[in-house]
């Protein structure tokens, strides 16, 4: 198993471009998240899903978008780049049905940069 | 809503010090806890988890964790600390009722001086 593979590992953005940050996983999980990380904030969720066509809203979604078309991809939309969406982004997933938990499982980040 | 907070932003040891993170949550129910250490320019990787039954927990590289349900309480702890455990540490909770999401505190930096 891969795990939570994301790509890309680093980008720099213009402001006002746009960009699709991936994730994958092939443990099945059916939650995934998207965090952004920012030093001394710890972790803010952007978005996550709880099963393939569900999204939902965290606590820091503006600018983002996000979509579940199958249970392995979960990919973050930077419509309008602006300078405060620079920041580390981290994919996570886990599994939790009828009683049955794991923990977050996360990927490797994308260091964004935009200027 | 539940919530975590992490007392210690930074500490700084020396090699072979013993080491304890404070962890406190609020959420009145049934609760999973989780710590997690993101070595430097790694992502996060869990150190040890609670779920049920006895409250201290045995995690990898020789942390644990003391569940007290009384304090709200999920502190971490390692009786001698080594130069590669210099990483951040989260701590993270989720209720295991119908929460979604797991919250993780701020984080704190550790570095341990050789």
């Known amino acids: 198993n891969a795990g939570v593979t994301q790509t890309p590992k680093f980008r720099i953005l213009k402001i006002g471009q746009s960009m699709t940050l991936q994730c994958t996983q092939d443990?099945?999980?059916?939650?995934m998240y998207w965090y952004r990380q920012d030093p001394g904030m710890g972790l803010k969720l952007i978005y996550y899903?709880?099963?393939?066509?569900?999204?939902d809203k965290g606590e820091v979604p503006n600018g983002y978008n996000v979509s579940r078309s199958t249970t392995e991809d979960f990919p973050l939309r930077l419509e309008l780049a602006a300078p405060s969406q620079t920041s580390v982004y981290f994919c996570?997933?886990?599994?939790?049905?009828?009683?049955?938990?794991?923990?977050?499982?996360f990927g490797q980040g994308t260091r964004l940069t935009v200027v | 809503a539940q919530s975590v907070s992490q007392h210690n932003h930074h500490v700084i040891l020396s090699e072979a010090a013993s080491l304890e993170l404070g962890c406190n949550y609020s959420?009145?129910?049934?609760?999973?806890l989780f710590w997690y250490v993101q070595y430097p320019g790694q992502h996060l990787q869990l150190l040890l988890k609670?779920?049920?039954?006895?409250?201290l927990v045995k995690g990898i590289k020789g942390f644990e964790a003391e569940f007290i349900k009384s304090k709200f309480s999920f502190n971490l702890r390692k009786p001698s600390v080594q130069w590669s455990d210099t990483a951040e540490y989260f701590c993270?909770?989720?209720?295991?009722?119908?929460?979604?999401?797991?919250?993780f505190g701020r984080g704190t930096s550790l570095i341990v001086h050789p």
């Open positions: 959420y009145g129910g049934t609760v999973n």
């Open positions: 443990m099945n999980h059916n939650y």
């Open positions: 996570a997933s886990r599994f939790s049905l009828q009683g049955r938990n794991t923990e977050a499982f």
């Open positions: 609670y779920f049920s039954g006895d409250p």
């Open positions: 993270a909770v989720k209720s295991s009722g119908g929460s979604y999401i797991p919250t």
């Open positions: 899903s709880v099963g393939a066509g569900i999204t």
